[in-house]
């Protein structure tokens, strides 16, 4: 990873990475924020198309949510842990990056997982280097056990 950093390329298709590069492979992410007033072995999850939120937050022009560039692209900082959990029966690797201030999840890997999702009204979501990404779809009482 560090050679293709240093030359400038998508860390998954080796194509020049720009602002705004499109991978045609980019892998799955996963990205969950532990709260504070749950469970340690239940957490809530959001889903996404590329990204989601829950309905309350929706509602709230205010809300700005945030997401590490390092969970975008999959690399592990030192406030990114990897672990694995069980999420509808199914094991998964899980990013937790203290820098997110919500949950998300790739829209097809929800699907796959048979998670039910309800269309919303398209918002952004920040990305630490400035960008943005959008998403359009939320999932209600989603769980999963560390």
């Not at 989601?52 to 592990?76: F, R, Y």
Request: glycine share 6%; charged share 30%; aromatic share 8%.
């Amino acid at each position: 990873m560090d050679d293709k950093r240093a030359r400038g390329l998508c860390f998954w298709c080796d194509e020049n990475f720009v602002a705004g590069h499109n991978c045609r492979k980019r892998k799955k992410l996963f990205i969950f924020e532990v709260d504070k007033e749950i469970d340690g072995n239940e957490l809530e999850e959001c889903l996404e198309e590329p990204m989601c939120l829950k309905e309350d937050e929706l509602e709230d022009p205010s809300v700005n949510p945030q997401i590490s560039v390092h969970a975008m692209d999959g690399t592990v900082d030192y406030r990114t842990m990897r672990v694995k959990v069980a999420l509808r029966g199914k094991m998964v690797y899980v990013l937790i990056n203290s820098g997110a201030t919500h949950n998300f999840i790739d829209v097809g890997t929800a699907k796959r997982l048979g998670c039910q999702l309800e269309p919303v009204f398209s918002f952004a979501v920040s990305v630490e280097n400035g960008s943005k990404v959008y998403g359009s779809y939320v999932s209600k009482d989603v769980k999963w056990k560390m």
